[in-house]
């Protein structure tokens, strides 16, 4: 099995500021972020469309450059994208003329990690997304949340010590998306990576996290963190725990204004 890393994943974002800037305009996507995201946390951001989000994450993957401020994972600056980091976005980004065991092995094949050694990591994949005996299908034979399922465990089988999701459930129906938030909470209670999570839903931001920070625009900024407090070993009934209702009606405040 491929090695844990070593280092724990802490996520450290001070000053961060993203300014686009052309001849004829100027705008501010965000604006003196302060963040720190734990070891093995599973942190959500959410907040309306256009709040920099997704820009924040694009910048924790090193896919895009800050105007100012700094970002580091583990006390080291990213100044690109790195093995240290999986992603996985909302649109399904399988490599369409690979088979299921094949994906899930890519990265692994491009560090040359053995045959042997990949056979392993990929077996202990397939289990933990309950896709066995899928391991031969192409994607364009699975579901939508089969292929979640299976671009998570790509991102996982390089053991990063951060995975960055960007609305990853956003394009499943009603029913798949609640069974892929538990896969999800399942998956990474086993592999305990830290998670930094993006999502419009307020339900699925309180069932997956341990914290939550509401982001606000124009421009792009941190209006509040909450701590969810909610009993280990989360099941769809604790939707209706008082505590996961008091969450709810007060992040829907926050966002409405």
């Keep these: 099995m491929l090695a844990a890393p070593s280092k724990s994943g802490t996520i450290e974002i001070k000053g961060l500021q993203k300014v686009y800037e052309s001849k004829k305009s100027r ?7 302060d963040l720190t995201i734990g ?21 924790v993957a ?45 990265g692994l094949k491009l560090k040359g990690v053995s045959i042997l050694e990949r056979r392993k ?29 299976v671009a998570i465990a790509r991102a996982l089988a390089n053991r990063p010590r951060v995975l960055l999701m960007d609305e990853p459930f956003g394009a499943l129906d009603a029913q798949t998306k609640l069974e892929m938030q538990e896969m999800l909470l399942e998956v990474w209670e086993k ?29 792009g900024r941190i209006l509040k963190e ?11 009934e604790v939707r209706e725990h008082p505590d996961f209702l008091a969450l709810k009606r007060e992040l829907g405040q926050l966002l409405k204004h």
């Design 27 to 33: 705008f501010e996507a965000l604006r003196d972020i």
């Design 39 to 59: 070891e093995n946390e599973f942190l959500t951001i959410v907040g309306p469309s256009g709040c920099g989000k997704s820009t924040l994450l694009r910048m």
């Design 62 to 106: 090193g896919l895009d450059e800050p105007s100012g401020g700094s970002l580091q994972v583990d006390g080291e600056e990213i100044i690109g994208p790195g093995a240290d980091r999986g992603m996985v976005f909302q649109g399904y980004t399988l490599f369409p003329w690979l088979t299921v065991r094949e994906n899930i092995e890519y």
């Design 121 to 149: 990591i990929s077996n202990y994949f397939l289990k933990v997304i309950r896709l066995e005996s899928f391991d031969k299908s192409y994607p364009k034979q699975l579901s939508g949340g089969m292929k979640q399922r």
């Design 191 to 219: 592999e305990k990576t830290t998670v930094l999570f993006i999502t419009h839903d307020i339900d699925e931001a309180i069932f997956l996290s341990q914290r939550i920070v509401v982001m606000g625009a124009g421009p």
């Design 226 to 236: 909450f701590r969810v407090e909610l009993p280990e070993g989360r099941t769809p």
